[in-house]
């Protein structure tokens, strides 16, 4: 049974599922209102599957670049304030993330029926499963406490935080969509932010999450001790599914090198006969 700590827990994380789902609506409604956007998608046949899917990315989008905000500060100021070798759990710290989580796991479940179901997008479905799982238990305290020792509740709260940092590469990742959209040429804006985006994806994912399976892997015998092993496996697992689908990405975005990543490159004009 779960206690109503818990139960408003959970609560919390469908009340934001919902915002996020009236979000994408009303984001759509905007898009097709927009004088820019709209005038990008009425190009495509009227109620076309083109035009609504065009409505459905520029939503699903800019909720995620929210999204991607919100927990990347949050993140960051959990790890301002969090230090994972203390036994007992901090409260603080766990008072901001449990909010942070409740965000991000009804982002998850909003945008899997917004935007993942409806287009299909299999990858992105499943870096959402993956996520959810992963850290869904870890603004609960009984689910935390039932599945790990209570002196690991910190390490537990770091390695999850410390994983949200790489949502910070995803603004830029969405700024670089939303120019794409828009510009008709090369601009200097658009070279800054993709060298940004390219510095921020290695060392946020590549880089970073290394380092945080390495911690991890460290308290394999912390784990045992309790018979949690199996959390640990867990934990480590996720972690490299996510580095996986971050390398996957990585080359789904340089495929055509990282000259034509970082610069739009002119069209060349037809010679008139």
Sequence with gaps: MLDDDDEAYELGILCWALVVVMGNLVARKIAAQSVTWAGRAKAYPRGSAKENTSYIVVASTAVGYLHATFVTVMAARVLMRLDPSEPE?????????????QVSMGFFIGDIFMYCLPLGDHPITSHHVVLFSSHVGVGSRAVMHALAPPHLSNFIMWASAAGYLCEGSNLFLNNRWFMLQ???????????????????????RVVWFPY???????????????GHLMIWYFMLTGYVLTLLMSLMWLQLMLKNGVAAFVVIKAKSKKKSS
Excluded: D, T
């Design 182 to 204: 828009f510009l008709k040429e090369h601009r200097p804006l658009y070279l800054l932010n993709n060298i940004l985006l390219l510095l921020a994806y290695l060392a946020s």
């Design 212 to 226: 945080i399976m390495h911690k991890v892997y460290e308290q394999q015998e912390a784990f045992a001790e309790g």
């Design 89 to 101: 759990l901090n409260e603080e710290a766990f008072g901001i993330w449990r909010g942070a989580m």
